[in-house]
């Protein structure tokens, strides 16, 4: 992420400003904040943060995974019917449909240089059906209470073990990114997939590699709702995808590719927690929060138009190449 871009900042202005916004609740609202307001802010993270982190990790890659959401269903369904003995055999089900949808997928677009946003869509369509297919169109319920304590109780006032999984998740992601080639390679391939198959990238491992970690990373976050909640919806709605792509964006991901990181996708799904905590504290209604979200959503793709940064640095430089006024001042008082 190259410093002096308007969209550089971003992750960091927006978490900023919304944490302002969030300490000074109790000024513009009747409502105190309590240290359940920073738990609920972290349980909001734990269940959109991992769908956040494998949707940008496809956009970084310059991909687009419409399944995720789809993937999140099926991931929650098998982790209900298959785990009611042992929670491990669930989640082990969830995990292996996750790392099987991505493979898939990502074996499509690499081989066959196909665009990924149809070949998602048709797979979240498809698996939205298989997950009503499974539950018979009804909600399933989880019957081992155990669990659903677990995953939610809390843990150093702030935290439970879900939101501290999804936190983890997202510093190991940040550390194989920074620490590895594969980082570099992914924004490469992402920026200018010519010229990173030129340079030797195999491209084709990579993005079938980074659609296996975005279905995994998506199942998972299903299995861990599921957990939660103690029951498997099997149509989540658009809005966990209108939210995490939002926050993608609000975390320095570009829609053309090649820009990205995981602690910046960290700062936008934190942030929009914090604005999704601020609603509910406020008590604003619900349309409000998905104008708001549509708005941000429309500021952020403004930002983030190549023909605008195009025309910052044009103007930039012309500032630049102007002579100073109090310069040609002096020179002409010197001749």
Do not use: C
């Not at 209900?80 to 089900?93: K, P, S, T």
């Not at 491209?203 to 103690?230: E, H, Q």
Request: charged share 10%; aromatic share 6%.
């Amino acid at each position: 992420m190259r410093a002096g871009r308007p969209e550089a900042s971003l992750p960091m202005a927006a978490l900023v400003i919304t944490v302002i916004a969030f300490v000074f609740v109790p000024t513009y609202t009747d409502s105190a904040l309590t240290s359940f307001d920073v738990y609920n802010t972290f349980q909001i993270l734990a269940r959109l943060g991992l769908l956040t982190l494998a949707l940008g990790l496809t956009m970084i890659a310059g991909e687009f995974d419409l399944s995720v959401v789809g993937t999140y269903a099926v991931g929650g369904m098998l982790t209900v019917q298959a785990g009611q003995q042992h929670w491990a055999w669930g989640l082990l089900a969830a995990l292996g449909a996750g790392a099987a949808i991505g493979l898939l997928q990502g074996g499509l677009i690499a081989r066959l240089k196909i665009p990924s946003m149809p070949v998602t869509l048709a797979t979240y369509i498809a698996l939205l059906g298989l997950t009503s297919a499974m539950s018979g169109g009804l909600t399933k319920t989880y019957s081992n209470a155990t669990v659903t304590l677990w995953v939610d109780q809390s843990i150093l006032t702030y935290f439970s073990p879900r939101s501290l999984i999804t936190l983890g998740l997202f510093v190991v992601a940040a550390a194989v990114l920074s620490l590895s080639r594969w980082g570099r390679e992914l924004r490469a391939i992402g920026g200018d997939r010519r010229a990173a198959r030129v340079a030797g990238v195999r491209v084709d491992r990579l993005i079938v590699g980074t659609f296996v970690a975005s279905g995994v990373l998506s199942a998972l976050g299903g299995s861990l709702l599921s957990f939660s909640l103690g029951s498997a919806n099997p149509d989540p709605g658009v809005q966990p995808l209108i939210v995490a792509t939002a926050a993608a964006l609000l975390g320095g991901v570009s829609l053309a590719g090649g820009r990205g990181h995981p602690l910046g996708l960290l700062a936008g799904i934190l942030a929009v927690a914090l604005l999704a905590e601020i609603v509910a504290v406020a008590a604003v209604p619900q349309y409000v929060s998905q104008l708001f979200f549509a708005g941000l959503l429309g500021i952020i793709v403004v930002i983030d138009a190549p023909d605008l940064h195009s025309a910052l640095v044009r103007l930039r430089t012309r500032l630049r190449s102007s002579p100073h006024p109090r310069t040609s001042i002096q020179e002409s008082a010197d001749v």
